[in-house]
């Protein structure tokens, strides 16, 4: 096998960028209020995302989160007071 | 010589002549959940504070509410001399309802003694089922009722450990609301709390004459 020296080497290696096949999406905690089993799609990635009961606590994706906070309960007018309607999420804020 | 009148002599302690009127809201807890006051200054557990793990309740547009309790009465009879005492248990507080507001369906799922809701933000849908009744769901109930608004007084009525029972109706008449009637809110005795207020406690706030 013939060896060739550093020179000939350094002249046959090729340079490669590597193009990231999974993108790293910035995701943020949300948390649901309700005490209900929650499931939501996404309206930009279209990704799914399942809460099992109030409290429990999901990564989504920054994108869809807009749309995400603005679901909430109809407003209860027969109530005590409160006729604004309760959101289903809230974002976690961490300290 | 005293004006002849039939009124006791010594102190007197006689009620006011202020009335309370309409419902109460009505609003409930998962007793996991610690009270708010717990205890207050003046040792009672009470109020509730909603959290996202344990959110509080308000149930809609409630009618027909009633307040009860159910005691075990055993008479101490002597042969000599018949009735000597009576022996009274209490076994429970009662609230007896009925509502019109059903939605949403997570809320009424706790009315029917249903399980879980199950919600699809996306596709628009709410569900429940009706299976098994879970007898280890136990709720904080809260009841308060201003009768002054202007002056902010109220009075409550909160219960540590309720369970709803009995068998409830969801009435259907043509051009009437939907009505689920027979809704029973049962108080039973909370061991960890002080025996003077096992059961739950009633307040009153009223600054201008207490």
Known sequence: MEIADNDVRDSKRVKVEIEPTVQLRETVK??????????????????????????????????????LLK????????????????????????? | MTLVTGTPIGSITSQESLFVDSAPNIYIQNSLATPLYNPDVDGFYWQLSGTSTYPVLEIGCPFDISFSENIVINDV???????????QQRQYLEFTFSIRSLFPLSVLTTLMKGGTADVDASAGTEKFGFGAIDNSQFWHVYTPRVYDATAA??????????QF?????????????????????????DSTKPAAQSFGMFGRSDASVI
């Not at chain 1, 279209?46 to 749309?67: F, K, L, T």
């Not at chain 1, 407003?75 to 976690?92: D, K, M, R, W």
């Not at chain 2, 007084?153 to 309720?162: E, G, N, S």
Request: include cysteine.
């Open chain 2, 153 to 162: 007084d109220y009075v409550w009525l909160y219960f540590h450990k309720a």
């Open chain 1, 30 to 67: 949300i948390i649901l209020l309700q005490p209900v089993n929650m499931k939501y799609t996404g309206t930009v990635t279209g990704q799914r995302y399942i809460w099992n009961g109030a409290g429990s606590v999901i990564e989504v994706d920054v994108e869809d989160v807009e749309e």
């Open chain 1, 71 to 95: 679901k909430k309960t109809r407003p209860c007018l027969t109530c005590s007071g409160v006729i604004t309607a309760t959101p289903y999420f809230e974002l976690v804020m961490e300290v």
């Open chain 2, 77 to 87: 009879l002597c042969d000599t001399v018949g009735l000597q005492a009576t022996i």
């Open chain 2, 165 to 189: 029972v009995d068998a409830w109706t969801l009435g259907m008449a043509f051009g009437t609301p939907w009505e689920l009637t027979g809704i029973k809110l049962r108080a039973v005795a």
